[in-house]
């Protein structure tokens, strides 16, 4: 079984930063690409940031220059740091991992969520 343990959301004020982190565990013998999503209140989920293990980058054009997107392939983690956060940034963030490889075969598998709130 494959899990993924998300943390780091919080509330800030605009403008302020935040770093979310999340670890795949399990009999992972590869993982193609991890991201994040999020979903705000009455909203669709919504692509944040993806990356392949070649370290491919992929983001939505509302966090471009504000969000960055990082992995390390050895311990399964990915994180997202945000910087000049927005109001409109709040929502909840979910860690995706898309094609994970284990002895048993492959699948995606999601996070549970974290909140983050960007409020004065």
């Known amino acids: 079984q494959v899990q993924l343990v998300e943390s780091g959301g919080g509330l800030v004020q605009p403008g302020g930063s935040l770093r979310l982190s999340c670890a795949a565990s399990g009999s992972i013998f590869s993982i193609n690409a991890m991201g994040w999503y999020r979903q705000a209140p009455g909203k669709e989920r919504e692509l944040v940031a993806t990356i392949t293990s070649g370290g491919s980058t992929k983001y939505a054009d509302s966090v471009k220059g504000r969000f960055t997107i990082s992995r390390d392939n050895a311990k399964n983690t990915v994180s997202l740091q945000m910087n000049s956060l927005k109001p409109e940034d709040t929502a909840v963030y979910y860690c995706?991992?898309?094609?994970?490889?284990?002895?048993w075969g492959s699948g995606d598998y999601w996070g549970q969520g974290t909140q983050v709130t960007v409020s004065s």
């Open positions: 995706n991992a898309f094609r994970v490889y284990t002895g």
